[in-house]
């Protein structure tokens, strides 16, 4: 087996299933340069990255990851080639988050910090209205149901999925460009990003004037 030309989600299900050192080089190799990418843009909301940290931090993200028997790439329920680089980044955001939480906590002692924490998320979530929730809910359904009328070209899958990386997700367009399986240069995705916001735009101009 050549781990090289396996797909994303086939390499993770066969990591599972075999384990070979191979295949687990393999996995290093292909995800180690976003969970790196992602915990230096998440640590540089609170300054500047130490590489001893985003080092920690890397090796923390595969802990999660391979803890309790391989459950959260268990977990992984899509079987679309970008979702298993979705959740591996969103487990190495929520390990910086949780990095400066326990910080936090043992700065003010005895869970203080990160009650404190809790508190500050839970008051700027009670600001945004239940209403607003909804519409934003519905907007997204809307912006779905236009880049799926385009569904019949060239290239679907790849170009919904980095309009959700890109707008849901997060991921820049050079962290997009970098995954494997989407083969494009940064002026790639950004060229495919502005191409389907005015494909969105000109099919919700033709749903309001129905």
Request: glycine residues 4%.
């Amino acid at each position: 087996m050549d781990a090289e030309k396996l797909l994303p989600q086939e390499l993770v299900r066969q990591c599972l299933t075999n384990g070979s050192e191979s295949l687990w080089k393999e996995f290093v190799r292909t995800f180690q340069p976003m969970i790196a990418s992602v915990i230096i843009k998440t640590l540089r909301r609170w300054g500047q990255p130490d590489a001893g940290l985003v080092d920690d931090l890397v090796q923390e993200t595969y802990l999660k990851l391979c803890g309790n028997n391989f459950r959260a790439l268990r977990e992984i329920e899509s079987d679309h080639e970008n979702a298993v680089f979705g959740f591996i980044k969103v487990v190495a955001s929520n390990v910086v988050q949780d990095y400066y939480r326990k910080s936090l906590s043992q700065k003010r002692g005895s869970g203080k910090g990160e009650e404190d924490l809790e508190l500050a998320q839970a008051t700027v979530a009670s600001d945004v209205s239940f209403t607003e929730r909804i519409e934003k809910k519905a907007q997204l359904r809307q912006i779905d149901h236009c880049l799926k009328a385009y569904a019949a070209e060239p290239n679907f899958a790849r170009d919904y999925a980095i309009f959700w990386l890109f707008h849901q997700q997060g991921l820049t367009a050079r962290e997009i460009s970098e995954l494997p399986t989407i083969e494009l240069s940064v002026k790639g995705v950004e060229s495919t990003l502005l191409r389907l916001a005015r494909q969105i735009k000109s099919k919700l101009n033709e749903i309001s004037n129905i």
